[in-house]
């Protein structure tokens, strides 16, 4: 079942006059801009960013969010809100400043009706609005339709995500508790100044991305676990992933230099270098929930190690397994590996390893033929592993 998400993003941080919680740094963006990248992940169809005044950087957020094929829109008034809000789809409640792993919004968005995200009343819980005795709101709700206008036929002057919050609980809503645990360590958090939105970063990016993707050996086993220590430094320093994947581009066309000067150790660890910094650049955007590139910006980088390969040997075995990688790198990317297991797939950054180490040991040729096989071997198990 489809649901909307209604954003909230009004309330003035504590950093500087007239700047918005909803402004502050958070991944790579901004932070409701985050909130709505979560919010479509979880299957939303539309979002509703409720504002008091239209800044520059909302209006910057929401044309990234738009480029990136997310149908949000920004609503100023109770008017805009019936006129927009779905009248036969749920719609999830996100608070202004709330900082919510993606498994709550996960676990919000799996079950229809009214639902609230509370966390027991305790020390660490006391930035979030206190719901009864015992316990206060989370930061995440869902809201039906007939509760939700039946909310703004009334509302008046009054605050939107509290009042609707009040009437989910006096409507006797689910409840999912957030573990303290949670709490302590900043996965569930509400900030109003930068300094808060970066400790919890630090706990929200660490957990790592959702792993739903299969690489490539080299890049599973070895260039991965590089990224995954380097990408929240560079995403707390506020690099973006474009700048990191341009830098990858540049070190990919410099190593073809030193292949042509037959200083072939040196060009292949450039273009391993460049793998690496273009495979950090993707961390960098699955951290941010931006989508995967998959268009030819994402091959730049694996086409010059292709280029290198074909251009560091004699003959022509070099060549044909330069073009097997490439189809190799083309289904890896694609996700169009079938069910083989990381290992089993042979990418230029396997081939380059390999190679690299042939090279080393004055065996240039014999590691060609073997990186052929291995290359042979890899297209096979995914043609023959591959399920309908």
Not at 77 to 85: I, L, T
Not at 212 to 238: D, K, W
Not at 318 to 331: E, R
Request: proline fraction near 4%; charged fraction near 15%; glycine fraction near 8%.
């Amino acid at each position: 079942m489809t649901f909307a998400a209604i954003l909230s993003a009004s309330r003035t941080s504590g950093d500087a006059a007239g700047s918005l919680r909803a402004s502050l740094h958070f991944a790579g963006q901004t932070l409701v801009e985050y909130q709505a990248r979560q919010a479509a992940r979880a299957g939303a169809d539309r979002i509703m960013i409720l504002v008091s005044v239209i800044t520059p950087a909302l209006s910057q957020a929401v044309d990234r969010l738009s480029a990136d094929g997310i149908a949000v829109a920004l609503v100023r008034d109770m008017v805009s809100m019936v006129r927009d809000a779905p009248r036969d789809a749920d719609t999830l409640l996100v608070a202004d400043g709330a900082i919510v792993g993606q498994a709550y919004f996960d676990a919000m968005a799996k079950e229809a009706g009214n639902g609230l995200l509370v966390t027991d009343d305790s020390r660490a819980s006391a930035p979030f609005e206190r719901i009864d005795a015992g316990q206060r709101w989370a930061g995440l709700a869902r809201i039906s339709p007939d509760l939700l206008f039946n909310t703004l036929d009334m509302i008046g002057d009054w605050d939107l995500s509290l009042t609707l919050v009040r009437a989910a609980v006096q409507a006797g809503a689910r409840r999912v508790t957030v573990p303290q645990d949670d709490l302590l360590e900043g996965r569930v958090a509400l900030v109003d100044a930068q300094e808060q939105a970066d400790l919890a970063a630090q706990a929200v990016l660490a957990q790592g991305s959702r792993g739903a993707r299969v690489r490539g050996g080299a890049e599973h086993y070895l260039i991965g676990p590089v990224t995954r220590l380097i990408s929240p430094a560079l995403m707390r320093m506020q690099v973006p992933a474009l700048q990191v994947r341009i830098a990858a581009m540049a070190t990919g066309a410099i190593a073809l230099v030193p292949i042509e000067l037959h200083w072939v150790g040196t060009g292949f660890c450039l273009l391993l270098l460049g793998l690496l910094l273009a495979e950090t650049a993707d961390r960098l955007d699955e951290m941010a929930l931006r989508p995967l590139s998959m268009g030819w910006i994402a091959f730049v980088v694996p086409g010059f190690a292709v280029a290198g390969i074909a251009l560091a040997g004699e003959g022509t075995v070099p060549t044909h397994l330069a073009l097997l990688l490439a189809i190799i790198q083309l289904a890896d990317r694609w996700r169009r590996t079938g069910v083989v297991r990381p290992w089993m797939i042979f990418t230029p950054a396997g081939a380059l390893i390999l190679l690299l180490a042939g090279s080393a040991a004055g065996a240039i040729a014999l590691a060609f033929s073997l990186a052929m096989l291995c290359a042979i071997a890899s297209a096979g198990a995914m043609i023959l592993l591959r399920r309908d």
